[in-house]
């Protein structure tokens, strides 16, 4: 049994090892290389966390084979052989809590994100995926919010003033009275003329 445990902890040590290209990507990303709202806020408000994912792609190797090397040492006993082998995975859980959290943070940007592409009650909802929305800070600002029928994708038009709205309206052949939010007023009822 002793044979078999330790040959399945070595198996895992050696597959633990293909997570480095992955910390290396990851680390790459959440310290600049890639964009994205989420590598932002995990750069502003957790840099700590990059500074984690950093440190584990040269000592989580390094303490991997420390540890098979040593096991092999070891091999003829038994208690010590394998206990060795429990500390490049003990090592690895501080990578695994910060990719937790990191699948966290992006869980919630896209929550926010998607929040925002879809109607909300004080919007006028003129179609399927398409509907005008006023600036709450500007309120003489609107957004025409025009989504795909999968919903993956959504386009966003400003507008400055109610009249470049109504024109744009009418140049998609779009009734404005049409236009209607959840108490049912058209958004005609906000036009000025």
Same mark, same amino acid.
């Given at each position: 049994?002793?044979?078999?445990?330790?040959?399945?902890?070595?198996?895992?040590?050696?597959?633990?090892?293909?997570?480095?290209?992955?910390?290396?990507?990851?680390?790459?990303?959440?310290?600049?290389?890639?964009?994205? $709202?989420?590598?932002?806020?995990?750069?502003?408000?957790? %840099?700590?966390?990059?500074?984690?994912?950093?440190?584990?792609?040269?000592?989580?190797?390094?303490?991997?084979?420390?540890?098979?090397?040593? $096991?092999?040492?070891?091999?003829?006993?038994?208690?010590? $052989?394998?206990?060795?082998?429990?500390?490049?995975?003990?090592?690895?859980?501080?990578?695994?809590?910060?990719?937790?959290?990191?699948?966290?943070?992006?869980?919630?940007?896209?929550?926010?994100?998607?929040?925002?592409?879809?109607?909300?009650?004080?919007?006028?909802?003129?179609? %399927?995926?398409?509907?005008?929305?006023?600036?709450?800070?500007? %309120?003489?600002?609107?957004?025409?919010?025009?989504?795909?029928?999968?919903?993956?994708?959504?386009?966003?038009?400003?507008?400055?003033?109610?009249?470049?709205?109504?024109?744009?309206?009418?140049?998609?052949?779009?009734? $404005?009275?049409?236009?209607?939010?959840?108490?049912?007023? %058209?958004?005609?009822?906000?036009?000025?003329?």
């Amino acid at each position: 049994m002793y044979h078999f445990y330790r040959t399945f902890l070595i198996t895992v040590i050696w597959l633990s090892l293909l997570t480095v290209p992955y910390m290396v990507v990851a680390y790459a990303c959440y310290a600049g290389l890639c964009g994205g $709202s989420a590598a932002t806020a995990l750069r502003n408000e957790h %840099p700590h966390y990059i500074s984690i994912i950093g440190y584990s792609i040269w000592l989580y190797p390094l303490i991997a084979l420390y540890a098979l090397y040593h $096991s092999r040492k070891l091999a003829e006993n038994a208690y010590r $052989s394998t206990a060795i082998l429990w500390l490049p995975l003990l090592c690895l859980l501080p990578f695994i809590v910060v990719m937790y959290k990191t699948n966290q943070i992006e869980a919630q940007e896209k929550q926010q994100r998607e929040a925002y592409y879809r109607a909300q009650p004080n919007d006028f909802v003129c179609a %399927p995926g398409k509907f005008i929305r006023f600036d709450p800070l500007q %309120p003489e600002h609107t957004c025409f919010f025009t989504g795909t029928p999968d919903g993956k994708g959504s386009a966003v038009s400003y507008f400055y003033k109610t009249g470049e709205l109504n024109a744009f309206l009418k140049n998609n052949k779009i009734d $404005s009275s049409q236009c209607k939010n959840q108490k049912g007023i %058209p958004f005609s009822n906000f036009i000025k003329p």
